[in-house]
């Protein structure tokens, strides 16, 4: 999907793992992230854009050019300008810029080689989703593509805001089955050294209600109740007490 040429939305709820999700497919270094809150409008998130995009590329044309006697550069389109001595590195200036010039910020992007992920979708305002979703339009047409993250169940979230979208956007609904969610149990099992009995394992399954975050944080308060704190263990321990498991409630 990351090299479909589409936007890529991932959502779901809380502690689903969808930030893991993305770093597995996209380590940090490989992408520009730009963090909502309830405040973010959309110059807020072009501008740190183009402030790690920038950076990005500064470093990358200080390592070309190191070493030279006073050596010059410019980047065409980025009008990024330095001078560096032997030794000496002066500061790299960057000429103004519009945030309104969706197909300059395209451009900045695309001499990153980053992918923009955009996290926290759900906390920018309705007016500030609308204005981005008709963006990433451009974006797309630009050959940019941008992932976007956020806490929300329903699909085509971005068409809701933009219908051209539509064919533009691919998307992750991250949900774990009751099997994944078993397989998760016995890893810990392993791990620790442990077992769940078989009425304790299902009542972590119903209580997580298909939450991964929620059945790691009942299993692990369910060890602690049960006086387990280590894998130290030279044998496997046993929990069968369903009391252990009321008393984290």
Same mark, same amino acid.
Request: glycine share 6%; with cysteine.
């Given at each position: 999907?990351? &090299?479909?040429?589409?936007?890529?939305?991932?959502?779901?709820? $809380?502690?689903?793992?969808?930030?893991?999700?993305?770093?597995?497919?996209?380590?940090?270094?490989?992408? /520009?992230?730009?963090?909502?809150?309830?405040?973010?409008?959309?110059? !807020? *998130?072009?501008?740190? *854009?183009?402030? !790690?995009?920038?950076?990005? #590329?500064?470093? @990358?044309?200080?390592?070309?050019?190191?070493?030279?006697? &006073?050596?010059?550069?410019? =980047?065409?389109?980025? @009008?990024?300008?330095?001078?560096?001595?032997?030794?000496?590195? @002066?500061?790299?200036?960057?000429?103004?810029?519009s945030l309104d010039?969706?197909?300059?910020?395209? +451009? =900045?992007?695309?001499?990153?080689?980053?992918?923009? =992920?955009?996290?926290?979708?759900?906390?920018?305002?309705? +007016?500030?989703?609308?204005?981005? $979703?008709?963006?990433?339009?451009?974006?797309?047409?630009?050959? #940019?593509?941008?992932?976007?993250?956020? #806490?929300?169940?329903? &699909?085509n979230i971005l068409?809701?805001?933009?219908?051209?979208?539509?064919?533009?956007?691919?998307?992750?609904?991250?949900?774990?089955?009751?099997? @994944?969610?078993?397989? =998760?149990?016995?890893?810990?099992?392993?791990?620790?050294?442990?077992?769940?009995?078989?009425?304790?394992?299902? $009542? *972590?399954? &119903?209580?997580?209600?298909?939450?991964?975050?929620?059945?790691?944080?009942?299993?692990?308060?369910?060890?602690?109740?049960?006086? /387990?704190?280590?894998?130290?263990?030279?044998?496997?321990?046993? *929990?069968?007490?369903?009391? $252990?498991?009321?008393?984290?409630?």
């Amino acid at each position: 999907m990351l &090299d479909s040429g589409s936007h890529l939305v991932i959502h779901g709820a $809380s502690k689903q793992g969808k930030t893991m999700l993305r770093r597995k497919n996209l380590p940090d270094g490989k992408c /520009i992230k730009v963090q909502c809150t309830n405040r973010t409008d959309i110059s !807020h *998130i072009y501008s740190e *854009i183009i402030r !790690h995009a920038k950076v990005n #590329v500064s470093t @990358e044309i200080t390592n070309k050019i190191s070493g030279s006697a &006073d050596a010059k550069g410019t =980047v065409p389109g980025l @009008e990024l300008k330095g001078v560096l001595n032997i030794g000496r590195q @002066e500061k790299h200036g960057f000429q103004g810029f519009s945030l309104d010039n969706i197909n300059y910020i395209a +451009e =900045v992007i695309q001499k990153t080689n980053k992918k923009v =992920v955009i996290e926290d979708f759900h906390y920018l305002s309705k +007016e500030v989703k609308e204005k981005l $979703s008709f963006d990433l339009k451009v974006f797309r047409d630009c050959s #940019v593509s941008f992932i976007i993250m956020g #806490v929300w169940s329903e &699909d085509n979230i971005l068409s809701y805001y933009n219908r051209d979208l539509s064919r533009r956007i691919e998307e992750i609904d991250v949900r774990w089955k009751n099997e @994944e969610l078993e397989k =998760v149990l016995e890893m810990g099992e392993r791990k620790l050294q442990i077992s769940f009995s078989d009425n304790i394992k299902k $009542s *972590i399954l &119903d209580d997580s209600n298909g939450n991964v975050g929620l059945l790691q944080l009942i299993a692990g308060k369910v060890c602690l109740a049960s006086g /387990i704190t280590d894998n130290n263990s030279r044998s496997n321990r046993t *929990i069968s007490n369903i009391n $252990s498991l009321a008393n984290c409630r």
